[in-house]
């Protein structure tokens, strides 16, 4: 295994990274179809709107994340990162299902609303594990090269997001604007549980001895609420904030362009497969970048990152004022801007832990930092928008993101072993 970072991506990668593409593949049908679904599981007569309800039901994923890293994270330390993979995976595919299959509030009634409820609670307890243990199982058998294999991980995430916008483009496309309105949601879940039991098969097939070092036997792990650990588990939450507040701020850019600027609906669905197969295009210069921070253990190159991106948001925003059109690119732009900082952070933050701690650390430290500075992002973007009546307010929260990841990055590098090029 630790000849992943000079190969092609092998069965073990995939394995690794294939629930991490769930994860993201999700997010973006379930935000895209979030009126089909309120309109298909819900009444019509509740206090909240339909499109409420769904979105509502989509935010329970970030209440039963954090629970989900408590638990999966200890499990991921005393049985294993495979054990605790296979799990994760089979969650995230029986929710997938259940969306997938549930009737509607028409034919079943308060039934309809309380699966798909318990399809986003076990989405959400599930995603609390998947990114720790998956990305400890990869830099754990790629000794010297960790960065790297952990940048599958990144990859993983563009290219699910670039096949749901595809997905999601060519069923509308292909189908009737009624059939589409009402069944399309349920043909893109249906995918992403084909994929979530594809992905249980692959991860069923690996065992220890995959590795080219053998399993080290798993102890109790010690308490985990000790002074070190804690400041560990924060340092990650906020090594993690730019790049959430990036990456759902993207999700976020399509209804600012609609409501802002007025923007059609088709440039703004066109949007995301610019900015994901843009940075796909990037990948090799990713790579080069993590392979530098195996070999020196450097964070420059992420300070500078997060430097330049407290200077970025606010000239770009100001460029959308004269040319509204130039909104559907910033995504884009923001992320080849941190490519310093994303290249080597999932790497850096997996090495942070000690690998007996590792599970717990990184799952807790990612999951709570996501949560708190990406998955309220387009909540709180909205509501700065609201209260301040700036149209560029966003910019103010992405300049707050990078300069917390920046004191985050800085304050974490002792942690790591200097390595001399």
Partial sequence: MGAWPSQRPNQAVIASIIGNIIEYYDFVIYAYFSASIGRTFFPANWPLSQLGLSLATFGLTLLARPLGAVVLGNYAD????????????LLMAMG??????????????IAAPALVILARLLHGFSLGGEFGSATSYLIE???????????????????????AATVVLMLGLVLPSTTFETFGFRIATGLGAAAGISGLILRMMLTPENSETPPQPRSAPAPFLQPDTVRRTALIMGSVALGSGITYLGLYMPHYARSQYSLSRLSTSLAPLLTYGGQLLFTPLRWKLADRFDRTHSVRPMLWSCAFLTLLPIPAFQLIKTLPEAVLLMPLLFNLSGLFYFAALDGFIGQLFPSERRGRGLTMGYSFGVVLFGGLAPLTNAALISWTGLSHAPALYMILTAIISFISVFSARSLLDRRIP
């Fill in 96 to 109: 997938s299902l259940l969306i997938t299959l549930t009737p509607s509030y028409q034919k079943i009634g």
């Fill in 78 to 89: 005393r049985r294993g990162r495979i054990s605790t993979m296979m799990v994760c995976i």
């Fill in 141 to 163: 058998h790629a000794p010297k090269h960790e960065a790297r294999a952990a940048s599958w991980q990144a990859i993983g995430q563009i290219t699910a997001s670039l096949c």
